[in-house]
């Protein structure tokens, strides 16, 4: 997939995906976050959907699930799992100036980055990975998608 075959092009490693978004107190609805949902990324070849993490549902987590591929199987991680329902983004906790911090995975590599993630405008996600400082990362815009076509297999299908 091109969004996560960007990984290992950058100079700096992967800065692609990140996590956090929209300060609200701990005692809000998650949903006033604007967060939760599916979403597809910038370059039209993944959806993922984003959750409250099921180890803590004061963070949220995404997993990607759907992938545009051609070969009769989903792309597999470091480990030879499905990339199809993998956690990518995980651990990200709401910061009270309307991020999420957590991390993001590179399933080609195994590593873990530093992730943010953040509103955009309109009904858009901002992702930033980065390593070290977040000022040598990259950012990311995906655009919210609603009723994706995705069939078995996480075979995702754009309209």
Known sequence: MRFLA????LSIPFLI???GVMAASQGQARASSGLEGTWLVEE????FSIAPCPSDADRLCGWLVGMDYTD???EKDIWGRSECGLEIISDMK???NGQW???ILDPRTGRTYQAIMWSGKGDT???RGYVGLSLFGETQTWSRI???VIGTQCRMKIK
């Open 17 to 19: 995906l990140a996590g």
């Open 72 to 74: 009769a199987e989903p």
């Open 101 to 103: 911090h957590g991390t």
């Open 125 to 127: 996600l901002k992702l």
């Open 94 to 96: 709401r910061h009270k």
């Open 44 to 47: 039209k070849d993944g959806i």
């Open 6 to 9: 960007a990984i290992k092009t």
């Open 146 to 148: 609603a009723n994706p």
